[in-house]
């Protein structure tokens, strides 16, 4: 088994989207990791699972420690994500083979293999990542560059981990309401105040947010601060964790409260741009949310498969079985539509941080409609896959219930999705975002005309032309109703997207096969346009589409005949 290479839509979006050099140094190191999740990490994560980290407050002569003791199956995942495949620094250094930095989409595609094993760790090493780009982007290079080094080692004895300590009791989607005061101390700052929600609570360079004299009541109000666990003198830094929080999943992960009691900190960057700074630490790990649940409902359908496979009913597997058949159908059209958001995301990302105008606004909004749906998805997803195994599916020695819990944090973290939602209205009144993502899709589809893709590329052009219509509506109405509207608006645009998309790579994987080109064509079919017609055409070729082999072009243009 090989999480990497059993995945149908993995590597031909790694064999699209990345060039020669890139695809020669990525595919051996992900077909490593996907060997080492199957047979390896992903019985490690159950096992930490089942092991929650503990807090000690005092050793035995009475100091105050608040030292975290971690299962050893959590250190191995630990030694694996940071320091074997390097899943926190890929996007700050060059390692596996690589002299400078790899394309953000090695990250993507490795962090997605890895999360399969593990959603909880993937929280402190998406912070970790985030962390060292924020401080990279907006920090003094003389005051942050050693902890950025850490930030992005691979090595045991020097490597980091970050953290992100924003939420407080009254303050979590209203940053201004932040209580926690910044005062100065020479060069430096003292923070004082508790923060309600700290995932990894005990890493070594934390980005928190705190309230400086003379500031406003609203975000600008609010200043970007480092905090690092050991002082410059080797002590530690005086701030306690209170307690760990008892979380229905994630639990292999820590998460806890802290009080920052004149904790000492350095101002990252304008001290009336915190938030804004900080955003960027947001978004980067709300697009990892994203990924991290496409990799849970990933790992959802494989399930599925081989449990349907196996297991018989009446005389035969239920695999065999039509309504099972059709059950596990749109499982998997969109565990594969929610990946090649994922890639498409990362490649304008890419493009963005090169200094592209126009993927640098569409990111901005591809962002929270990625996180959106997908993590939206992944909670009905594996909780399908959870059914499909039965009774067992809830029961603890199989890995369904874990998958289904921590899916449910996707849509939480970093905001829950009426926040994201609102957050893709706020770029449609910005910059006219959906404007934006229609053209760039449009753009995409009128490149199918001629190709076997046409007739879904003609329905997904009139779709676009009314999608924007509808939202250049919701803009012109009334500020409450445009609020209401949102959430669905944003699924659809969600929709739209991974349709086109996955149009567009059919036509590229067409030299060797027209199975993307049913996916893609049943995925629009039945998801976005609500239709049964696709069903006999796809079910009757599902073990084709989930095993990656060979579909007839008969069949895949028959969905729309």
Not at 22 to 48: F, M, Q, S, W
Not at 102 to 113: D, E, N, Q, R, W
Not at 385 to 391: H, K, N, W
Not at 524 to 536: A, E, I, K, Q, Y
């Amino acid at each position: 088994m090989n999480f990497a290479t059993s995945d149908p839509a993995l590597l031909p979006l790694v064999e699209r989207y990345l060039d020669t050099e890139d695809r020669d140094l990525l595919v051996p190191v992900l077909t490593e990791l996907g060997a080492d999740v199957a047979n390896r990490l992903a019985a490690l994560a159950d096992t930490a699972d089942k092991n929650k980290p503990t807090l000690e407050h005092f050793d035995r002569d009475g100091n105050r420690v608040d030292e975290i003791t971690y299962h050893p199956s959590y250190i191995e995942l630990s030694k694996a994500a940071y320091e074997t495949y390097g899943l926190s620094a890929l996007s700050h250094r060059g390692i596996h083979g690589w002299e400078n930095t790899p394309p953000h989409l090695a990250k993507y595609a490795m962090s997605y293999v890895f999360v399969q094993a593990e959603f909880g760790l993937a929280c402190p090493v998406s912070m970790t990542d985030a962390a060292a780009r924020t401080l990279r982007k907006f920090g003094d290079p003389k005051l942050f560059g050693a902890y950025i080094d850490g930030l992005t080692s691979t090595d045991a004895d020097t490597r980091y981990t970050g953290a992100m300590f924003m939420t407080e009791t009254q303050a979590g989607t209203d940053i201004a309401m932040t209580e926690t005061q910044a005062v100065p101390d020479g060069e430096n700052w003292r923070l004082s105040g508790k923060k309600w929600f700290t995932s990894n609570p005990d890493a070594d360079v934390v980005l928190t947010l705190a309230k400086y004299p003379g500031g406003d009541d609203t975000t600008r109000g609010v200043g970007l601060f480092m905090l690092p666990k050991v002082l410059p003198d080797g002590t530690r830094n005086s701030y306690v964790i209170d307690r760990l929080k008892d979380k229905m999943g994630t639990r292999s992960m820590p998460s806890g409260e802290i009080t920052l009691d004149g904790a000492y900190a350095l101002q990252v960057g304008r001290l009336d741009h915190g938030f804004k700074q900080m955003a960027e630490m947001i978004n980067t790990s709300r697009l990892s949310n994203a990924m991290r649940s496409a990799a849970l409902m990933r790992r959802a359908v494989s399930e599925s498969v081989e449990h349907a496979r196996q297991r018989v009913v009446f005389g035969k597997p239920l695999m065999e079985q039509p309504l099972m058949r059709n059950t596990i159908l749109p499982l998997a059209l969109e565990a594969e539509a929610a990946l090649g958001l994922i890639f498409h995301s990362g490649d304008t990302l890419q493009k963005a941080d090169a200094g592209d105008e126009n993927a640098k606004s569409l990111i901005r909004v591809l962002t929270p409609i990625a996180k959106h749906y997908i993590c939206k998805k992944a909670r009905w997803v594996t909780g399908e896959a959870m059914e499909i195994r039965g009774g067992n599916g809830y029961i603890e020695d199989w890995p369904s219930s874990r998958l289904l819990r921590d899916s449910h944090l996707g849509s939480i973290w970093e905001g829950s999705s009426n926040v994201i939602a609102l957050d893709v209205l706020r770029c449609m009144r910005q910059y006219g975002a959906h404007q934006v993502v229609t053209d760039s899709m449009l753009e995409k589809l009128s490149a199918l005309e001629a190709t076997d893709a046409a007739p879904g590329a003609q329905q997904l052009t009139e779709a676009w032309h009314e999608a924007l219509t509808r939202g250049d509506a919701i803009l012109a109405g009334e500020n409450q109703d445009a609020q209401a509207l949102i959430g669905h608006y944003t699924n659809t645009l969600a929709q739209l997207i991974m349709a086109t998309l996955l149009l567009e790579q059919a036509i590229e994987e067409s030299a060797t096969g027209y199975r993307k080109l049913l996916v893609a064509n049943s995925y629009l079919d039945s998801v976005v346009n609500g239709s049964t017609g696709t069903l006999p055409v796809a079910l009757q070729w599902l073990d084709e589409l989930v095993d990656g082999a060979e579909v007839p072009r008969e069949a895949a243009l028959k969905v729309f005949k």
